[in-house]
């Protein structure tokens, strides 16, 4: 507790906390009942982290992604637009955020948020030493999933399926040559499963 709220202090690290902000990720968009709204720079989660946020979507939860759309760094960036298609049919929303670089590293889902220092994807998820802090009390988590909405309404490009699908032969091409790359990259440390 911390006055009126709760909240948590989550470490990761190559020792004793792995993979304690995947699974506390999963435990939120498992158990979502109406919204899920993430704002990440570098979005590359493991296969079980994109199928629970399709299987969400399936189940009616509305999912919005918020993500880079200008590229800082090229090749997560175009790796990151690799995996659009599969989440685009699974009925996740994706925004891009235009007018500047996208440093966020937060999310919402239902009642409750997450705000740190973590980016979901591999250098974050399996290198780095990061925290975050989940906070559990509504006023707190609409009050960032409605600077989120702002965001997006002043700066969010939607990307439609359509146009995504209809995107030219050299931007497919670096899309996949970046996610092999990046893949590779995950090769090295062991964990290419689950990527």
Not at 41 to 60: C, D, E, I, T, V
Not at 63 to 75: A, D, N, S
Not at 131 to 137: K, L, Y
Request: aromatic content about 12%; proline content about 4%; glycine content about 8%.
């Amino acid at each position: 507790p911390a006055g009126k709220l709760r909240a948590a202090l989550l470490l990761r690290d190559n020792l004793r906390f792995r993979q304690t902000f995947e699974q506390a990720y999963l435990y939120g968009i498992q158990h979502a009942r109406r919204d899920i709204l993430i704002a990440n720079a570098y979005f590359f989660p493991g296969h079980q982290f994109r199928k629970s946020l399709m299987q969400a979507a399936a189940r009616g939860v509305r999912v919005r992604l918020l993500l880079q759309g200008k590229p800082e760094y090229r090749m997560q960036y175009f790796a990151t637009r690799a995996l659009y298609d599969r989440l685009l049919r699974g009925g996740i929303e994706i925004y891009e955020y235009m007018p500047g670089y996208l440093h966020a590293k937060v999310a919402v889902i239902d009642n409750m948020a997450t705000v740190g220092s973590s980016n979901l994807d591999p250098f974050s998820l399996l290198l780095a030493r990061e925290a975050n802090v989940v906070v559990d009390d509504q006023p707190f988590a609409w009050d960032l999933q409605e600077r989120l909405e702002r965001a997006i309404a002043l700066g969010g490009q939607f990307i439609r399926p359509l146009d995504y699908q209809r995107r030219g032969w050299l931007r497919r091409c670096v899309d996949v040559a970046a996610y092999t790359m990046l893949r590779i990259g995950v090769a090295l440390t062991g964990r290419a499963g689950r990527y």
